[in-house]
């Protein structure tokens, strides 16, 4: 599976417009890519409350068409990284708002879409302004691979999981999407520079415990007043760092085994040993 993780870049000086224009060219740029992953609340601004609201929009708002149009143009899977969605309530004393991820097929349809789970903010930021979404979201992502000699391409899918960004600090909704059949875990993150450290140790120890693939896409640069960590990477199944980026904008390109994900649980078969449920 090829994989392309666009860690964006931006302050508070770009308007949506623009950065939207902008995250167009880079995703039709991956073409030739099975998979594109965007970082998370790149819209509105991952800690930019202030203007939430303002930006919010349904999941088949401007932001969402023209992600899906990019997603089309390249021919990828798009993780478009995530929104701020607004929606009808789901509680009597719901907002009606949530960080939604949103995915587009290669042929440009919105396919899956997950609301995180773990908002941020210990009461202040996603726990006051958003609702917690409340499912977990496994999808098949189409791979083209060749044959054992490599000249005919066929069509194979992968199981993915979805997270966001503080989701990564709970273990046990990995073993969830485990149980669901994921090989791959994607996280989309505005994670700031002072606890980059913990991000990437974490994204290792998640695909460690679960052994799988997992795909983290950070943000860089500085928004309302928060300095963003980069540091994006794709980890395999043992815990290798395949690719890191830097802390600026930047692609990374990455051929992912995924043959070797379920040879290496079938060799250390430690998810079979678990006693706890």
Known sequence: MKVAVIQLAYGDDESVADRTARVVDLVRA???????VLPELWPAGGFDYASWDARAEPVDGPVAQALA?????????????SIVERGEPTSPDGHGVWNT?????????????????????????????????????????????????????TVATVPVGLSTCYDLRFPELY??????????????????????????VLGQARA?????????????????????????????????????????EE??????????????RQAFPALADRRLR
């Open 208 to 248: 460690i415990e679960n052994q799988g693939v997992v795909i983290q896409c950070n943000t860089a640069g500085t928004h309302a007043g928060h300095e963003m960590g980069g540091r994006s990477q794709v980890v395999d199944a043992t815990g290798t760092v395949l690719a890191t980026a830097g802390l600026h």
């Open 175 to 200: 073993r969830a999407l485990v149980d669901r059949g994921a090989q791959v875990f994607v996280v989309p993150a505005a994670w700031p520079a002072r606890r980059v450290a913990h991000w990437t």
């Open 251 to 264: 692609v990374l390109s990455v051929e992912v085994d995924i043959d070797a994900t379920q040879r290496w």
């Open 69 to 81: 149009g990019a997603a089309k143009a390249a021919g990828v899977t798009l993780h478009g990284g």
């Open 30 to 36: 991956q073409k030739g890519h099975d998979l594109v």
């Open 101 to 153: 991820s949103l995915v587009f097929s290669p042929a440009g349809e919105l396919v899956a879409t997950y609301r995180k789970i773990h908002r941020f903010g210990f009461g202040e930021g996603e726990p006051r302004l958003m609702d917690p979404g409340g499912e977990l979201v496994v999808i098949d992502v189409p791979v083209d691979a060749g044959d054992s000699a490599g000249s005919t391409p």
